[in-house]
């Protein structure tokens, strides 16, 4: 099968979309298949300058055109090198956004099947508005290109239950959607050592890890708090912080505050966290809403327990309650549970055994993989059958009655 795999997401974004997608394409390549993956960063050196200049000049008139300016530059980017493609015969396009998709199904004109992964932690138009403070004319324009959007589209897949359920009311009346969890190559991880240097580093520590884009909704904020509350009854826990982003400076500031140099530590991004969780005795998920929540599923399989908010699609990946925290929680109320997983650890052994079978079962890659082939191929024959139906309804043109021939 020949399969092209886009996103507004470049290759080297710290987030979650890109690393699902980057896998996707590896895994489908080693059964066999036929993958390219185009983002943004692939349209030509000219479209990069041309959208620059466009967007600084509507930003001079104010927030409203330069959201607008910065939501249809995105999917010109994308409409227009795609266009440059849609010579190449492709059996499916798989988007990973919205934009990419509705882009994909124009510039192809709906030859080839396209297939919207969704990996939404709300509804994009609402979380777009609340983001950037959007009210007014600006918040209904920005509802109204959503709404066009997925009226492009007709194949949806959610990488949880939950990534679905926010936006359910765009999508198209007609469209088939199915849910294929996020996948994690659990033999990969399993074959990984841990850090020997940072274990030795901080062998006397007990380790507390959380990893992600440092940010507003991942809440990193929220583990300093934390930290303040146990640094002087236990010093010696350790807080590591994996990712860079826009909080780092906030963060600093936080742990330059409260004295915390000793106990929190900001590593910034890792091309590879694995060998560090590996080195860590719980994983703390502080986030305030998730799709999915990948690097929980990476903590399982890692071999440590986790511990998260009750948020999104979390609850799909830790399904014992007791691994689940919730969200309104005080900082001395989640010390007291790191303080559990950490010190009574042994008592929730069985748990966390049930944990990682579960996750194996419904998260390894090869299962995600499989579940992405069957899908490709219902899309497929979905496509092949109304395209079928629609060209046999299309009236035959017929010379009238009472035309002469000569």
Known sequence: MKILIISQMIRSSPTGVSVHYKNLA???RLQGHH???LTIE??????????AVY????????KVPRQIAWE??????????MLLKKNRHYDIINAQDIVAGAAAKMAWKNKVPVLVTCHFNDDPATEMIRRENLSGVVAKSITKWFRFLFSKVNYLNGVSEYSIQKPRHLFPENALVEIVYNGIDFKKVREEKEDIAFKNRYRDKKIVINAGYLEKRKNQVFIVEVAKTLKSSRPDILFVLLGDGQDRPLLEAKIAEYGLEEQVLLLGHQQNIIPYLKCADLYLHTALNESFGLVIAEAIAAGIPARAFAVGGVPEVLIHE??????????EKVA???????????QHMEMEQQQYEYAFQNFDMSAMIARYEELYTQVQSDFTRKHSIANKEKPKYSSPSNLKTV
Do not use: C, W
């Open 26 to 28: 590896e895994k489908l």
């Open 35 to 37: 993958v390219d993956v």
């Open 42 to 51: 692939d349209a030509p050196r000219t479209l990069h300058y041309a959208f």
């Open 55 to 62: 967007l600084r000049f509507l930003g001079l008139f104010g």
């Open 72 to 81: 249809s530059n995105l999917f010109m980017r994308l409409y227009l090198t």
């Open 322 to 331: 007791q691994s689940l925290i919730d969200i309104t929680s005080s900082p």
């Open 336 to 346: 007291t549970i790191v303080l559990d997983a950490i010190d009574n650890r042994a």
